[in-house]
């Protein structure tokens, strides 16, 4: 109940205590009070009954009643005046009192209502309000019996019942009494429990707000005694844990507040820390004119030792020339890891003459140190690209972004070189043009300005083999012309964006193609060659991506080939090998493009399990002219032809050239002399309409021409 809920333990044990006890003693003590009542009047009416059954016997001669007095004398001999509830009368044959004890009733009250009970009956108990009167006849001893008179013995009922009364309100008395010292005693011990309870509850309070001790342990109770001690023991283990937990906290803090500054990999000072390092030295600058210098450092060729060695092994060649760099390292400068490869260097109040000098001695640092994985050794560089932080500069943004592009510029002039920002610099001209790309080709991405193109690869030797289409990408730009790949895709490939366009171009020459195979099926002569960058390659995301494609555009496999180069391929041989394996699986076949350009060519070719092989283009052009451009172009033909690997001839651009690769048994040609890049949306159309065979028959002609 929530009366009841709400009660403390004293009220409790009030409520549940002496009121029912007081109830039930209130209770106990009325029935015995009827009981004993009951019992009294029973007892007085019997003994009035033999009273006067005795008095009636012997207060008479044989034919009259004894005398007054000797009646009298009877009476008091009969010791009834010690009744206190008894009265007696004693009445002739006319109702005249001869003699009485007590005066508790009167002659009126001991009559009998009617004549003929009191006729008919020698014994008669009347009961009254406040009396109960027996009456006793009286005869004569004759043998005709003859009527002397009457005995009349009273029971005061009223006085009893006072009495009676009296005796109970006193015993209720009695038992209020002794509830009140029962009360007292009740409160006094829920005191000794609740008090000590409170003032643990208050003590409990405390320890909240930093007290030590929750409990002065004064009360007597054992159990309380137990309480107070086991929550004096778990306040304790409580202070220790929170002393604990604080020190781990601030552990935690200051961890954190350290790998928030801090480059996880190298304990250097991260990116995010640099940059405000910049901030205010660049206010430095501007309020006091101090001597502040920035170095932009990135490795040279650290990407092809990360992943021929393995991730693992870059991140510990990192390590270690992070250590070795440090040594070098002013304590006021900061030294930090933007990223990858990239380091940068803050020197403070420092003059560009010293800090170029800093730069030599940690180029010549990096270029000395040799990193030793698996028995083998790798030689690195650095290339620094050096800023002096001046008043002239807006933010830390723009003081970034000469530092790399002067470290461009030291990667343009050979690698492993310093180079001092210098704003007229047409090597940073160009760099601020390559930046700019960046920003237009993500655009583009996001809004589709890029255009397919395509270009026909033809067969030489079985003219029913059906055509090559190269897919080829352009950009459109704000005035709808025509942008030509070779302005925006060595920006794309130094800033890694060509995984988002090699995935764009799959997108979106199996979006434009799939109404035609869709109408066409698995019997059009269509088969495209989509380019896969080094990047590409190396994202173990494009197999799921390419698979997806397949199955989103309803594209068949076996109408499409992935073109890569021979360089992206042997620096990422087993991803790449992987992808091809997965993807011949779905009857996707594979073209190895610039043949003949690599230094290990003939070496990687037998593991990679390619179709078709292009020649590399520098030979095609000149085979007719030149003799070692001719002897490499056969013997490329005799490798190919040897593992069955179709070649295929790019760059054609005469006749002669065209006769010269028919006669060495090239398979396919590709060049602006058979055909020239058109809108693949076009081509499309064309296959569609069937305007296709007019094309591929001009195509014939143009392959079976004979040279002149």
């Known amino acids: 109940m929530p009366f009841f809920q709400h009660l403390s333990i004293q009220s409790r044990l009030l409520l549940l205590v002496i009121g029912p006890v007081f109830a039930l003693s209130c ?70 009192p001869v003699a009485n004890l007590g005066t508790s009733f009167s002659m009126q009250e001991a009559l009998p209502q009617q004549d003929t009970v009191v006729m008919q009956q020698d014994t008669v108990v009347m009961q009254q309000d406040t009396h109960d009167i027996t009456m006793v006849k009286v005869f004569s001893t004759e043998t005709k019996r003859q009527l002397l008179g009457y005995v009349f013995v009273a029971i005061d009922k009223a006085s009893l019942i006072e009495d009676h009364r009296q005796a109970f309100i006193k015993n209720v008395g009695y038992i209020t009494l002794a509830l009140m010292l029962c009360s007292i005693l009740v409160s006094w011990v829920s005191r000794s ?243 700019e790309w960046v920003l237009r080709i993500n655009e583009a991405i996001e809004h589709n300005d890029f255009v397919l193109y395509c270009q026909g690869i033809f067969p030489l030797q079985n003219k029913e083999l059906p055509p090559f289409y190269e897919i080829l990408i352009r950009k459109r730009d704000e005035h709808g012309g025509i942008i030509p790949p070779a302005e925006f895709l060595p920006s794309a490939e130094r800033y890694h964006l060509m995984t988002k366009i090699d995935r764009w171009v799959i997108q979106h020459a199996f979006m434009a193609l799939q109404p035609l195979f869709k109408t066409q099926g698995h019997d059009s002569p269509f088969i495209v060659s989509i380019n896969l960058s080094g990047t590409s390659l190396g994202d173990a995301q494009l197999l799921p991506y390419i698979q997806n494609c397949f199955d989103t555009y309803e594209i068949p496999p076996t109408k499409v080939c992935f073109e890569v180069t021979e360089t992206s391929a042997i620096i990422n041989i087993d991803n790449t090998i992987k992808l091809i394996h997965e993807l011949q699986k779905r009857g996707t076949r594979f073209m190895l493009d610039d043949f003949g350009s690599g230094m290990s060519s003939f070496t990687y070719l037998k593991h990679l399990p390619v179709d078709f092989l292009k020649m590399d283009g520098a030979y095609v052009k000149e085979i007719t002219s030149n003799k070692v451009d001719l002897a490499m172009a056969k013997a490329i033909q005799s490798v190919a032809q040897s593992m069955d690997i179709l070649t295929i001839a790019e760059y054609v651009e005469d006749q002669a050239t065209l006769d010269c690769l028919k006669e060495m048994g090239v398979a396919f040609a590709q060049g602006f002399y058979l055909n020239k890049p058109m809108p693949l949306s076009d081509t499309i159309n064309h296959y569609m309409t069937g305007s296709h065979a007019q094309n591929r028959e001009q195509s014939k002609q143009a392959v079976a021409q004979p040279q002149t």
């Open 193 to 435: 429990i609740s008090q000590p309870i409170r003032d643990m509850t208050s003590a409990l309070k405390r320890f909240m707000i930093g007290s030590q001790q929750v409990s002065n342990g004064k009360n007597t109770l054992p159990e309380i005694k137990s309480l107070q001690s086991t929550i004096n023991q778990i306040s304790k283990e409580m202070q220790h844990v929170e002393a604990d937990m604080r020190h781990r906290i601030q552990d935690a803090q200051a961890q954190l507040r350290y790998q928030a500054r801090h480059d996880a990999l190298t304990g250097l000072v991260n990116r995010q820390e640099l940059e405000r390092r910049l901030q205010q030295a660049l206010q430095d600058v501007k309020l006091h004119r101090a001597n502040h210098v920035f170095c932009y450092m990135d490795l040279d060729q650290f990407r092809v030792i990360n992943d021929t060695c393995g991730h693992l092994a870059g991140d510990e060649m990192l390590r270690q020339i992070s250590m070795i760099l440090s040594q070098r390292i002013r304590a006021e400068d900061t030294f930090a890891r933007l990223g990858g490869d990239e380091f940068g260097l803050l020197l403070s109040y420092c003059q560009v003459e010293k800090a170029i000098e800093i730069a030599a001695q940690l180029r010549q640092m990096v270029e000395t140190f040799r990193f030793m994985h698996e028995g083998r050794l790798f030689q690195t560089g650095i290339s620094i690209g050096i800023v002096e932080i001046t008043s002239d500069l807006k933010d830390v943004g723009q003081i970034t972004r000469h530092a790399d592009a002067a470290c461009y510029v030291a990667k343009d002039n050979g690698r492993n070189q310093i180079h001092l920002f210098h704003p007229e610099d047409d090597v940073l001209l160009k760099r601020h043009v390559e930046m």
């Open 27 to 96: 209770i106990l003590l009325l029935f015995d009070f009827k009981e004993q009542l009951q019992r009294e009047e029973d007892k007085l009416a019997q003994h009035a009954l033999t009273t006067a059954k005795f008095l009636s016997a012997v207060i008479h001669k044989q034919t009259e009643l004894q005398g007054q007095q000797y009646i009298e004398r009877l009476l008091k001999a009969s010791q009834l005046n010690r009744e206190p509830y008894l009265s007696l009368i004693i009445a002739d044959a006319d109702n005249r």
